[in-house]
T-cell receptor
């Protein structure tokens, strides 16, 4: 159990375009989803926390107008990188959290490699 | 606090040896800790967790030790195998902060056959 599906696994886009990344909890309902970004050889940096039906809470320094997060249901959250630029190239990872479940604490998606050219 | 911007330290061990990976966490209010394994190009994979009311927990070939006095966490891997080669992260959670999980710096483990 506790599977999180993240799509796409990789994407290449042109500078100035927008890219949407989906994160789905397949066999449980996620009360909260988290979005991280990771640069090569570095740790995961938390970008934002999203709760179903409410606005996301962004970490300090993360532009909410650039990284749009929608959490429309208990099984789906999306991250849209708007007007992408080469410096947005990174590995984006989502995590779904279900409170109360045994070790459902945090289940991670497989990540999305974004390359902006 | 977060460790963004720092590059990963590395640990190289011989196959069959025991590995010890260390982590210093930042917040004394953290009450739940998790060790993750991350292989190249993949998401983090849960290894073992521990709550702040414990100081040791054992799994299959892995042991986590928690020292709250010095805010230190360690992961011990017994009889390390080539398949254990990966980056290992500790993560801390503060229950009253919306459940968010903050990752430590990470250590790259390389196992020589």
């Amino acid at each position: 159990g506790a599977v999180v599906s993240q799509h796409p696994s990789w994407v290449i886009c042109k500078s100035g375009t927008s890219v949407k990344i989906e994160c789905r909890s397949l066999d449980f309902q996620a009360t909260t989803m988290f979005w991280y970004r990771q640069f090569p050889k570095q740790s995961l940096m938390l970008m934002a926390t999203s709760n179903e039906g409410s606005k996301a809470t962004y970490e300090q320094g993360v532009e909410k107008d650039k990284f749009l997060i929608n959490h429309a249901s208990l099984t789906l959250s999306t991250l849209t990188v708007t007007s992408a630029h080469p410096e947005d190239s990174s590995f984006y990872i989502c995590s779904a959290h279900a409170q109360g479940g045994v070790n459902y604490g945090y289940t991670f998606g497989s990540g999305t490699r974004l390359t902006v050219v | 606090g977060e460790s963004v911007g720092l590059h990963l330290p590395t640990l190289s061990v011989q196959e069959g040896d025991n590995s010890i990976i260390n982590c210093a966490y930042s917040n004394s209010a953290s009450d739940y800790f998790i060790w993750y394994k991350q292989e190249s190009g993949k998401g983090p994979q849960f290894i073992i967790d521990i709550r702040s009311n414990m100081d040791k927990r054992q799994g299959q070939r892995v042991t986590v030790l928690l020292n709250k006095t010095v805010k230190h966490l360690s992961l011990q891997i017994a009889a390390t195998q080539p398949g254990d080669s990966a980056v290992y992260f500790c993560a801390e959670n503060i229950d009253n902060q919306g459940g968010k999980l903050i990752f430590g710096q990470g250590t790259e483990l390389s196992v020589k056959p």
